[in-house]
């Protein structure tokens, strides 16, 4: 018989970021309280899984919401770069009135396709694949959870589905928390779920986009 694995992507829960600066990998940008409660809700949802291991980005914020789902099952929290926010020439800088306004930024938003403000979307989905495989692999018959950001974790689903990377990020379905699942029937993925164990508390999250 074929074995079944699950490998969970979870985003991360909200950031404390008053000034909505466009964070990406900029360092010491850690969860607000309201997303301290986002994790442990994730956590306590996939709590009624059979998870073997708990990956995370090397981000604080990631790390910080894979501490509670590592503690449900006593496991450790292994680091994989390739889990990382993608990367972006525009992170620093505040969001808000004016923001797209700026001559100086044009030529960073000149391509949306690839995108040209940032890592290749083609890039993105190979490091995804990557850290998806091999936590595959060492959790196989079981479940385990990556600890991701929205941007990657939507690029790895639309390439599972096999669907155009490039899009309208108003329209990804990876909301603060969320928990994208993939399920394989031995070597074969056989379907994608997506769930918010959050949903309760979004209204209140940070709107800030990215992350």
Known sequence: MSER????????????????????????YRLSPLGERMAEQAAEFLALGDVVRVVSSPMERALQTAQPVAKQFGLTVDVDERLQEAGNVLEGLTVGAGFLAQPRLWWCLRNP??????EPYTRVALRMHAA??????????????????????WIARRSAEHRRLW????????????????TYDGDRLVSIAYTEPA???????DPTPGA
């Open 5 to 28: 694995t699950v490998v969970h992507l979870l985003r991360h829960g909200e950031v404390e970021n008053p000034r909505k600066v466009l964070y990406g990998r900029l360092p010491g």
């Open 132 to 153: 998806v495989e091999v936590a595959r692999e060492s959790a196989r018959g079981h479940e385990a959870v990556l600890v991701s950001h929205q941007l990657p974790i």
């Open 167 to 182: 899009h309208d990020p108003r329209r990804r379905q990876c909301s603060l928390a969320s928990v994208t699942s993939f």
């Open 113 to 118: 396709f690839r995108p040209s403000w940032g």
């Open 199 to 205: 949903a309760d508390l979004l209204p209140k999250a």
